[in-house]
């Protein structure tokens, strides 16, 4: 067996068990659709997350050969891995009789400290690996760099509009990432 396989029982199943979360979560609101409105805000707030660890897969592979399974890269893919988990199992409510837009009102912040945390992370790890070359391309300035202020402007920011504005537009990193080359 490999490093990475062996890392990858541990990184991948969590990143799995995130994704059951979230997904367990529509799940639930949506057979509870016809008691409480989901709105458009958990959803959002769902593929983002979603969106986000499929990615923390994708890089994962990318950078298969330099993932060891040596105890600070297991720890802190756990940390990272655990991170996606709680803030996967915040985004939807656990009883389908709460209130989606309250719950979301109440957690958000916390899936996207969640989110940003987990991302500065992968970014830090990767610069240490392939250096800055090509870091301050347009592609990288738009798509990477501006993940950053866009998220802490969600976080802190009081109108929803902007929040969710800000989570749209984070969403739409993930197309435009895959069609600009």
């Not at 529509?26 to 990615?55: F, N, Y």
Request: a neutral charge; hydrophobic letters at 55%.
């Amino acid at each position: 067996m490999q490093e990475f396989d062996y890392a990858l029982t541990l990184f991948g199943l969590l990143l799995g068990l995130a994704l059951t979360e979230a997904l367990s979560g529509l799940a639930r609101a949506l057979k509870s659709r016809r008691q409480v409105r989901i709105g458009w805000s958990t959803a959002l707030l769902g593929i983002l997350v979603a969106c986000d660890v499929v990615t923390f897969w994708v890089f994962g592979w990318q950078m298969r050969a330099h993932i060891t399974a040596s105890w600070p890269m297991m720890f802190a893919g756990f940390l990272v891995t655990g991170i996606y988990y709680v803030a996967a199992s915040l985004i939807f409510p656990g009883s389908p009789d709460e209130d989606h837009e309250a719950h979301f009102a109440a957690n958000y912040r916390l899936v996207l400290v969640g989110v940003l945390v987990c991302n500065l992370a992968l970014f830090g790890w990767v610069v240490s690996i392939v250096g800055t070359d090509n870091l301050f391309s347009a592609r990288q300035i738009v798509i990477t760099w501006s993940l950053i202020p866009v998220t802490l402007a969600a976080i802190f920011a009081r109108e929803r509009a902007l929040v969710l504005g800000c989570i749209g537009w984070l969403i739409m990193l993930y197309p435009l990432s895959l069609v600009w080359s």
